[in-house]
């Protein structure tokens, strides 16, 4: 695992980058970049966002790299999305979920060296070595409640799958369901996600999905869901695991939501370990710490650390973080306790509500771990 930093001080904008590079093999990237206020409206700063996103992909670091996705973190999506240029290069996603360093728009960024990269059937593939990884973010639709959304971009999802002959059950690794007014909205989405998997034959006696379920608006007003989704094909069964941590964590549906804490796809060369946005929680499904900003961080660190343990990995494995904060006064606190502990990982910290209002803060991250496993074909 490498980790660096680029500051381009005449653009404003800093990146932080990990990559997993092993020698010969499909290289891995993540970047988060960060822009420096100025004092500057939306317009400014985003020209000065994708100045710095061509600067990253002409880096000798990172020539040959291509954009697998992007997710952009807005502050007002409804007015700045119209404004954003059209990227057909990779699967973008727009999401209001103000950062909390007083930018107006962030951005993740995941790219691959050594993949070939093409747009299918409206999803963006990544393939290599007989794998597809099959990445389609921003799916809305606009009509009927939270409940109605969610069946309508499910089915979409669905559709779109078997184009690539996979499905949800078989193939879909990692979802992503951001919920507007999530204190209100959030039990439909739930109800209706629960009830196509039920039909999918996805139940407590099977498995579900790694997921994150998190206040986020959509650009379109009308919208009150919006789904990000990455899926593979081309694996053995065999390689897909999920992670429960029984001792820091209970089963999801235990209370009614169904969801996996982590998805673990293991590779000749790697594995991937997709942790869910995990909050301060017990195995018994209680809320820990109420109140307390400092304590539901480190019990959130601490269930992370154990979902990624029992994946034979750790937080030196992780390439990226995104923190959800409910509350925007206890940024500067957790701003601290994170650059302390992970100042290499690169983080970006926003503002979206969790789904139980008792919980003050969320993350969720990606880990890459070296492996050397004859059983199955590399990444």
């Given at each position: 695992m490498n980790r660096r930093f680029i500051n381009w001080e005449t653009i404003g904008v800093k990146a932080e980058i990990s990559s997993f590079a092993p020698v010969g093999k499909v290289e891995e990237i993540h970047a988060i970049l960060h822009v420096d206020t100025r004092g500057e409206m939306f317009n400014e700063q985003l020209a000065r966002l994708y100045m710095a996103e061509d600067c990253l992909l002409q880096d000798d670091e990172m020539k040959g790299a291509k954009p697998i996705m992007k997710r952009y973190f807005l502050s007002d999506a409804t007015n700045q999305q119209p404004l954003m240029k059209q990227d057909p290069t990779c699967a973008v996603s727009y999401i209001q979920q103000p950062c909390l360093d007083g930018s107006k728009v962030a951005v993740w960024i995941y790219l691959t060296k050594g993949t070939t990269v093409s747009q299918q059937h409206g999803a963006t593939v990544s393939e290599h070595n007989g794998y597809q990884h099959i990445y389609q973010m921003g799916l809305v639709d606009g009509h009927g409640d939270s409940y109605a959304q969610t069946e309508s971009v499910m089915k979409t999802y669905q559709n779109t799958l078997t184009q690539f002959n996979a499905n949800m059950t078989d193939n879909c690794i990692r979802t992503w369901f951001f919920v507007r007014d999530v204190d209100i909205q959030y039990m439909g989405m739930v109800k209706a996600r629960k009830e196509l998997f039920t039909q999918m034959g996805l139940t407590e006696h099977t498995h579900y999905i790694s997921s994150t379920g998190i206040g986020g608006l959509p650009a379109d007003t009308k919208a009150i869901v919006q789904l990000g989704t990455y899926a593979l094909t081309g694996f053995n069964p065999q390689q897909q695991y999920y992670l429960y941590a029984p001792t820091h964590l209970n089963p999801t549906y235990q209370y009614g939501v169904t969801f996996e804490r982590g998805t673990v796809v293991e590779y000749g060369d790697r594995a991937h370990l997709y942790i869910s946005g995990?909050?301060?929680?017990?195995?018994?499904?209680?809320?820990?710490?109420?109140?307390?900003?400092?304590?539901?961080?480190?019990?959130?660190?601490?269930?992370?650390?154990?979902?990624?343990?029992?994946?034979?990995?750790?937080?030196?494995?992780?390439?990226?973080?995104?923190?959800?904060?409910?509350?925007?006064?206890?940024?500067?606190?957790?701003?601290?306790?994170?650059?302390?502990?992970?100042?290499?990982?690169?983080?970006?910290?926003?503002?979206?509500?969790?789904?139980?209002?008792?919980?003050?803060?969320?993350?969720?991250?990606?880990?890459?771990?070296?492996?050397?496993?004859?059983?199955?074909?590399?990444?």
């Open positions: 995990t909050a301060s929680i017990d195995n018994k499904g209680n809320v820990l710490h109420v109140g307390d900003i400092v304590k539901q961080t480190q019990r959130m660190w601490e269930n992370v650390d154990k979902l990624l343990e029992e994946g034979k990995s750790g937080f030196q494995d992780v390439m990226q973080i995104v923190v959800y904060l409910r509350d925007i006064c206890d940024y500067q606190t957790v701003k601290g306790m994170f650059q302390e502990r992970f100042p290499d990982i690169p983080t970006v910290i926003t503002l979206a509500p969790v789904c139980r209002p008792t919980w003050l803060i969320e993350m969720e991250c990606i880990a890459v771990a070296e492996r050397s496993n004859g059983a199955y074909r590399d990444y």
